[in-house]
């Protein structure tokens, strides 16, 4: 099972008390130890679970609009902000403690815009959170069109992970980064995409096509 690095020490922080409490348990004896260490043990197990980094195969239809992560759709309508110029719809997708955390990029094609914005830490679900969470505003460009999108925090996620630069060049489905411990991701669409997902359909990230860019005319 391969495991996003952002994880590892946290994984290893998480197995390094494991071995320290077994070793003061066989030391000393003292049943008391077992207790501390079967935490660590479950902490260690869930954090495995956690940063787990599946393989994907994205679509290799070139109009096709991916889902950025895994998860529920909560909302699809046109609530989209002032900072994004240009989009019709909105799709947001909420990530449970037990989805996978590692955020896909929707489309190929250059990085136009990544902007970091400080904010509050709603819970993620709450229509709320796209108007005042901690978030990472997204767009990308390829000869189709345009997609935004926003990777946003929630209660318990304080740390949003984005690896991407403006000016990056990279295919639809790459890796881009995650948000740590429960989530949301808003993606802002076009006119001349077409949404195929559906409300409350769970998706994955890097393979579920949520729309269509519609075809250029010749």
């Known amino acids: 099972m391969r495991i ?72 699809i309508d046109n609530r989209v902000p002032s900072y994004f110029k240009g989009y019709k719809n909105r799709l947001s997708i909420f990530l449970s403690m037990l989805d996978v955390h590692i955020n896909r990029l929707p489309i190929g094609g250059h990085v136009e815009r990544v902007e970091y914005h400080h904010g509050k830490f709603v819970p ?5 959170a796209s108007e005042v969470n901690e978030h990472t505003v997204i767009e990308i460009a390829n000869s189709h069109g345009s997609i935004g999108f926003c990777q946003r925090a929630g209660t318990i996620a304080r740390r949003i992970v984005c690896r991407l630069k403006k000016g990056d060049n990279l295919q639809a489905g790459e890796k881009f980064g995650m948000i740590l411990f429960g989530s949301r991701v808003d993606i802002y669409m076009p006119d001349n995409v077409t949404i195929l997902a559906h409300l409350g359909q769970r998706i994955r990230a890097g393979e579920s096509i949520i729309g269509e860019f519609e075809e250029n005319e010749s």
Do not use: C
């Not at 993620?124 to 709320?128: G, L, T, V």
């Open 4 to 75: 996003a690095s952002e994880g590892y020490h946290i994984i290893a922080i998480g197995f390094l008390l494991f071995l320290a409490f077994v070793l003061l348990l066989v030391i000393t004896g003292q049943r008391l130890f077992a207790y501390p260490s079967i935490a660590a043990l479950i902490f260690d197990s869930f954090a495995l679970f956690f940063f787990r980094d599946p393989i994907r195969i994205p679509s290799r239809f070139e109009n096709a609009v991916l889902s950025p992560a895994d998860g529920k759709i909560i909302a």
């Open 124 to 128: 993620a679900f709450s229509e709320k």
